[in-house]
């Protein structure tokens, strides 16, 4: 069983940056697409990056120009740098991937098939 491991939140202060990263607990599988999500308390889950397979990479209006995802050589690890962070920033975040073939023919990049168990990053004024 593929698992998704995440590593990286903790609290700032605004302005202040941080490095989530995930990393696949296996190769056996091509990871295809990489995503990030966040969801504050009492708020919907956001889409806030995506990694697609051709290299495109999507962001929310929110997180543009601040945050950037990429992902190691291997494609075993994905990444997300956020810099000048602010409160409105804080949530739990979680990574997100399509991982093998099957799955990718059948639907592209459009919904992860496996998910990270999330990282609360807080984000104080």
């Known amino acids: 069983q593929v698992k998704l491991v995440e590593s990286g939140g903790g609290s700032v202060q605004a302005g202040g940056s941080l490095r989530l990263s995930c990393a696949a607990s296996?190769?056996?599988?091509?990871?295809?697409?990489m995503y990030w999500f966040r969801q504050a308390p009492g708020k919907e889950r956001e889409e806030i990056a995506t990694l697609e397979s051709d290299g495109t990479t999507l962001y929310a209006d929110s997180v543009k120009g601040r945050f950037t995802i990429s992902e190691d050589s291997q494609k075993i690890t994905h990444y997300l740098q956020m810099n000048n962070l602010k409160p409105e920033d804080t949530a739990m975040y979680y990574c997100?991937?399509?991982?093998?073939?099957?799955?990718?023919?059948?639907?592209?990049?459009?919904?992860?098939?496996?998910w990270g168990q999330g990282t609360q990053v807080t984000v104080s004024s």
């Open positions: 296996t190769n056996t599988y091509s990871m295809y697409c």
């Open positions: 997100a991937a399509v991982l093998g073939t099957q799955y990718y023919s059948d639907y592209g990049c459009s919904s992860p098939n496996y």
